[in-house]
């Protein structure tokens, strides 16, 4: 049972177009939706965060936006550059810092010169 | 501040051999995290611990699968016997209760032939 899901495996954009990555959830109880970025032979590192009580943030070329009535969420990088390049995660948590987040699978994001 | 530090980084081993990975949270973090990832299933919650208490070991896939915190400032994940089939990169992240999401250590990737 996959609370937290991200469909697309790979997306490849070119440089300096929009990459837009999605997420779907089925617990209505999510309260915190964050994205993750991954590098190889790294640790996932933290890029932007959304409540459930806003439907946009931003954070310089990162915009996350939340339809809570179709359980998605989506990640917008404007402009697109050859170090997006990476893993993404999509992360669920129904409260702060000491509940656990459910990650979806990842997408893999490769932004070509 | 060194972030969350894990050890080692690589880790070979034959099957049947036990096997311990190392995690040194950040200070003043009170919740520690241990994941799992593979192709298949992604990031998966193993355990996690607030104030060195272990709060849930849903995840831990076997009883192969142990884990303690005998202090704020470390933490151990052992598996024994091991099996090819563990075989996975293992995180750490830790947290303050007060901020959602995690910082993750650089991982351990676990080979077991």
């Known amino acids: 049972d996959q609370q937290v899901k991200q469909n697309s495996p790979s997306l490849s954009v070119q440089e300096g177009r929009i990459s837009i990555l999605n997420c779907d959830y089925t617990?209505?109880?999510?309260?915190?939706f964050l994205w993750y970025k991954k590098y190889p032979a790294e640790g996932p590192t933290f890029l932007i965060s959304?409540?459930?009580?806003?439907d946009k943030n931003e954070d310089g070329r990162f915009t996350v936006f939340l339809n809570k009535s179709a359980k998605h969420l989506s990640l917008h990088i404007v402009p697109s550059q050859p170090g997006d390049s990476a893993v993404y995660f999509c992360a669920a948590s129904t409260g702060r810092g000491n509940t656990p987040l459910v990650f979806g699978k990842g997408t893999r994001l490769s932004v070509i010169a | 501040d060194a972030g969350v530090i894990q050890s080692p980084r690589h880790e070979v081993t034959e099957m049947g051999q036990e096997v311990t990975l190392r995690c040194k949270p950040i200070?003043?973090?009170?919740?520690l995290f241990w994941y799992r990832q593979t192709m298949m299933r992604g990031l998966e919650l193993l355990i996690y611990f607030n104030n060195n208490v272990p709060i849930d070991d849903s995840g831990m896939p076997e009883d192969r699968f142990s884990a303690k915190m005998p202090n704020a400032s470390f933490s151990t994940l052992k598996i024994q016997p091991s099996e090819p089939r563990d075989s996975a990169v293992y995180f750490c992240a830790s947290t303050p209760h007060v901020q959602v999401g995690y910082t993750f250590g650089s991982g351990t990737r676990l080979t077991v032939v």
């Open positions: 959304i409540s459930s009580i806003k």
């Open positions: 617990n209505s109880m999510f309260d915190y």
């Open positions: 200070s003043g973090h009170n919740s």
